[in-house]
């Protein structure tokens, strides 16, 4: 009994360390694993294309990554330096000497009969940590020439930059632009735009920049407050953050998702606290009402969201927590079968 318990672990104990290892060599040669001292393959140092798509109903929406700017927790208004701290922590928001990371998001909605983009992000504008709009629309299986209309929440570059190309043509050359008749007459203005303070007149360069080959070609179309722009898709006024500033309601088979721009910079702070500002808001009362009213909106009809500055994809639901509110992020999903 005694020697038929010596197995060859018992006996590698004897024969020392190199018999060990010649046969975890072995081993792994028959297993197909690596030998023990293979060398350590190196990090891919990486990530996925940026985009998430699912369905509203009978409408695809592509969510893409356009990428990241830091953003100055100094720049929300109404709320105590200590209590903005407490809330980033909370919100597990990583915080550099910069600021916080704030995602910039753009959507893709196809309808079956247009192929639509809300916002287009910021191109060159805000340097090169975003700009990635176009590249991920392509990643995504889509072409910018595929794109027939653009829809865009505001005229702040990191929303209006995208819709134009290095060479100063248009990035979706066979789309229509469609700007809110408030917002253009604001941005687009040449005597306002002459009286704004200084810290103010890049907006309105980048704005003009942005519009201007949309309007050469006669494709700039100005639109009102409410007004349904397409089957299945309505314009929505969340004005205040600009005097023109909305979204756009997407509904189809009986569901439906509200693109809201900007309501949002601060996930952490604004849920929590809806009468926080930001210092770009350009009626800042107007802009915390506005909150207010969709995010109450949004809880009571359940109503998709997505969000320009929410983290990617930047889609899911919003509810009541006690006297606040709360984000719900959407679960990844596969796309139903056809």
Same mark, same amino acid.
């Given at each position: 009994m005694?020697?038929a318990?010596?197995?060859?672990?018992?006996?590698?104990?004897?024969k020392?360390?190199l018999?060990?290892?010649?046969?975890?060599?072995?081993?792994g040669?028959?297993?197909g694993?690596?030998?023990a001292?293979?060398?350590?393959p190196?990090m891919?140092?990486s990530?996925?294309?940026?985009?998430?798509?699912m369905?509203i109903?009978?409408?695809?929406?592509?969510?893409?990554y356009?990428?990241?700017?830091?953003?100055?927790?100094?720049?929300?208004?109404?709320?105590g330096?200590?209590?903005?701290a407490?809330?980033? +922590?909370?919100?597990?928001?990583?915080?550099s000497?910069?600021?916080?990371?704030?995602?910039?998001n753009?959507?893709?909605?196809?309808?079956?009969k247009?192929?639509?983009?809300?916002?287009?992000?910021?191109?060159?504008?805000l340097?090169p940590?975003?700009?990635a709009?176009s590249r991920?629309i392509e990643?995504?299986?889509?072409?910018?020439?595929?794109?027939d209309a653009?829809?865009?929440?505001h005229?702040?570059?990191?929303?209006?930059?995208?819709?134009?190309?290095p060479?100063?043509a248009?990035?979706?050359?066979?789309a229509?632009?469609?700007?809110?008749?408030?917002?253009?007459?604001?941005?687009?203005?040449? +005597?306002?735009?002459a009286?704004?303070?200084?810290?103010?007149?890049?907006?309105f360069?980048?704005?003009?920049?942005?519009?201007?080959?949309y309007?050469?070609a006669?494709?700039?179309?100005?639109?009102?407050?409410?007004?349904?722009?397409?089957?299945g898709?309505e314009?929505?006024?969340?004005?205040g953050?600009?005097?023109g500033?909305g979204?756009?309601?997407?509904a189809?088979?009986?569901?439906?998702m509200?693109i809201w721009?900007?309501?949002?910079?601060?996930?952490a702070?604004?849920?929590?606290?809806?009468?926080?500002?930001?210092?770009?808001?350009?009626d800042?009362?107007?802009?915390?009402a506005?909150r207010?009213?969709?995010l109450?909106?949004?809880?009571?009809q359940?109503?998709?969201?997505?969000g320009?500055?929410l983290?990617?994809?930047?889609?899911?639901?919003?509810?009541?927590a006690?006297e606040?509110?709360?984000?719900?992020?959407?679960?990844?999903?596969?796309?139903?079968?056809?």
């Open positions: 005694r020697s318990m010596k197995t060859p672990l018992f006996a590698l104990r004897r020392g360390r018999a060990a290892m010649i046969l975890a060599a072995a081993l040669a028959v297993s694993c690596p030998a001292f293979a060398q350590v190196a891919q140092a990530q996925a294309p940026g985009y998430y798509r369905m109903g009978g409408f695809e929406v592509t969510a893409l356009d990428g990241s700017i830091p953003l100055g927790v100094d720049l929300l208004k109404g709320a330096s200590e209590e903005l407490r809330l980033i +922590e909370h919100g597990f928001v990583p915080v000497p910069n600021g916080v990371q704030t995602a910039v753009a959507y893709l909605v196809h309808t079956g247009n192929l639509i983009l809300v916002d287009a992000g910021a191109a060159t504008c340097g940590t975003l700009g709009v991920n990643a995504s299986g889509y072409s910018v020439a595929q794109v653009v829809l865009l929440t005229l702040h570059g990191d929303h209006a930059c995208g819709i134009v190309g060479d100063g248009p990035a979706f050359p066979n229509t632009l469609h700007v809110a008749e408030d917002e253009a007459a604001f941005w687009l203005n040449t +005597e306002i735009a009286q704004a303070p200084q810290d103010a007149q890049p907006f360069k980048m704005a003009q920049a942005a519009v201007a080959p309007r050469a006669g494709k700039l179309k100005r639109f009102k407050t409410g007004e349904r722009l397409m089957p898709v314009a929505v006024p969340l004005h953050h600009t005097p500033h979204g756009y309601m997407f189809s088979d009986g569901q439906a509200l721009g900007d309501v949002i910079h601060s996930h702070v604004q849920f929590v606290r809806p009468d926080v500002s930001i210092e770009f808001d350009t800042p009362q107007q802009a915390i506005s207010r009213q969709v109450a909106d949004a809880v009571k359940k109503y998709w969201i997505a320009a500055h983290p990617f994809p930047g889609i899911g639901h919003v509810r009541h006690g606040r509110y709360e984000w719900i992020p959407a679960e990844y999903a596969p796309l139903p079968a056809n």
